[in-house]
């Protein structure tokens, strides 16, 4: 039978041993309490590569949130198969009373979460969620009708003007970790998982978050400024951690909200956009098949195999979105101005259907969050909410000088191209297409639809 005095959490896209909301809720409410990780492998095995650099970071992370709960006088037990099966059958062996998780918000997630509430359900075992990966939930921000928000500025506004110090503040757990129970399971070897060790360009893990923090905190400041030019160090690098959990959203948010000036600002702004995008799925799950503006899936795409592979390859005789390929499928990070240059060239430029480029950044980014990758593709590909317009194409050399001006990004990716000047590294060289021509295609094809 299941004991009242003891609970056990579920980590997923959480993985960390501090302000974490499901840990502490269930710390707070239990005596013991145990923890969880499943490697699960309905996420796993459809993975093309089994030298995928997530699975790496998610492991190395792993192993030190095990770490740090025992340090903390607790364990992990760490689980390989369907998270369906193996969480509802470990809280029947611990005889739990409860299941704590912390809330994800994509359809597929969601459904696994029904599932396993149900077979807890049938087991007489309760399954709760917290919110945790936002700072706001879908209907904490709405618009003064009661309706979700499908234009950013104004949610952005709502947003800004909700934020406290209330849902920013933190969950502590040291304080409460004498409740956590000393139970686990050795941790499965990535061989045993059916991966390879993959070249990381980041640290991972808690303490991988905290140095890229600590750094980023020192540069906050110059983030405005540089945050566009991807030769420069303005990023904070924190994608990945985010999108795993290894730092603290609200720690993040609060650090910008207290701060003054342009860049922290601009920062927080863009926390506010990911909280945006979390919304907009959660509103709209069938955007993860269609366009947010239903009338864009009449647009009719070409489907040619050799532009694509051109793209994919970084071959299209365009320096900046062939480096910014290169920089992706090297190393899994994909600047966030490269980002919308790339998505831009392959819709309006190359005419391909957004979806596709969609699932290519889907089994390459290190960050990617199903969310925020659909979010920023139909962003480009106009389709999306709040989206830029049908007609704005980006030139990719205009894009080129402005962005990369002494070619410092392009030289790194295009060490062909390294000695050419700094203006006539931006020129196109056999490019796959003509971009004047592609436009006027392009502007064409959306007409046709919009008609």
């Known amino acids: 039978m299941p004991s009242d005095t003891a609970a056990l959490v579920w980590f997923r896209r959480d993985l960390r041993a501090h302000d974490h909301a499901a840990l502490h809720a269930a710390l707070c409410a239990h005596r013991a309490v145990h923890c969880a990780f499943v490697f699960d492998t309905e996420i796993l095995d459809v993975l093309p590569s089994r030298a995928d650099r997530r699975v790496d970071f998610i492991w190395h992370s792993v192993r030190e949130l095990q770490a740090a709960l025992e340090a903390a006088g607790g364990g992990l037990h760490v689980l390989h198969g369907r998270a369906r099966d193996e969480v509802p059958d470990l809280a029947a062996r611990l005889g739990v009373a409860a299941v704590y998780a912390n809330r994800d918000y994509e359809p597929q997630a969601i459904d696994r979460d029904r599932e396993v509430g149900a077979r807890l359900a049938a087991q007489g075992i309760a399954f709760h969620t917290r919110k945790d990966q936002v700072v706001f939930e879908l209907d904490e921000?709405?618009?003064?009708?009661?309706?979700?928000?499908?234009?950013?500025?104004p949610y952005r506004n709502a947003w800004l003007k909700r934020l406290d110090d209330f849902y920013l503040r933190s969950y502590p757990i040291r304080r409460h970790a004498r409740g956590l129970a000393a139970t686990g399971s050795p941790l499965v070897s990535l061989r045993d998982l059916g991966f390879e060790a993959a070249p990381l360009s980041l640290p991972a893990g808690m303490s991988g978050g905290r140095k890229l923090f600590a750094e980023f905190r020192r540069r906050v400041d110059d983030y405005a400024a540089k945050r566009d030019y991807p030769?420069?160090?303005?990023?904070?690098?924190?994608?990945?951690?985010?999108?795993?959990?290894?730092?603290?959203?609200?720690?993040?948010?609060?650090?910008?909200?207290?701060?003054?000036?342009?860049?922290?600002?601009?920062?927080?702004?863009?926390?506010?956009?990911?909280?945006?995008?979390?919304?907009?799925?959660?509103?709209?799950?069938?955007?993860?098949?269609?366009?947010?503006?239903?009338?864009?899936?009449?647009?009719v795409f070409d489907d040619d195999e050799r532009l694509w592979r051109a793209w994919c390859e970084g071959r299209t005789g365009y320096p900046l979105v062939d480096a910014a390929m290169r920089q992706l499928n090297t190393t899994g990070y994909m600047h966030n101005r490269l980002r919308m240059v790339t998505a831009s060239f392959l819709v309006k430029d190359l005419g391909l259907d957004w979806r596709r480029g969609e699932r290519y950044f889907a089994e390459k980014l290190n960050d990617y969050d199903l969310a925020?990758?659909?979010?920023?593709?139909?962003?480009?590909?106009?389709?999306?909410?709040?989206?830029?317009?049908?007609?704005?194409?980006?030139?990719?050399?205009?894009?080129?000088?402005?962005?990369?001006?002494?070619?410092?990004?392009?030289?790194?990716?295009?060490?062909?191209?390294a000695a050419l000047g700094n203006d006539e590294i931006h020129a196109p060289r056999a490019p796959v297409v003509d971009h004047a021509a592609a436009r006027a295609k392009t502007l064409a094809r959306y007409a046709a639809v919009r008609q």
């Open 141 to 153: 921000v709405l618009s003064g009708t009661g309706q979700p928000y499908s234009v950013y500025t």
């Open 372 to 417: 925020a990758n659909n979010g920023g593709w139909q962003w480009a590909a106009s389709t999306g909410c709040d989206a830029q317009p049908w007609f704005r194409i980006f030139n990719p050399v205009t894009q080129s000088r402005r962005f990369d001006p002494q070619g410092r990004f392009i030289r790194r990716y295009l060490p062909e191209l």
């Open 231 to 299: 030769a420069l160090k303005g990023p904070s690098y924190l994608s990945v951690h985010l999108r795993f959990g290894t730092v603290s959203v609200r720690e993040l948010a609060h650090f910008a909200w207290q701060r003054k000036g342009a860049g922290a600002a601009t920062w927080l702004a863009e926390l506010c956009w990911r909280d945006f995008y979390f919304a907009v799925l959660a509103a709209r799950p069938d955007v993860v098949a269609h366009a947010f503006r239903r009338e864009y899936d009449g647009l």
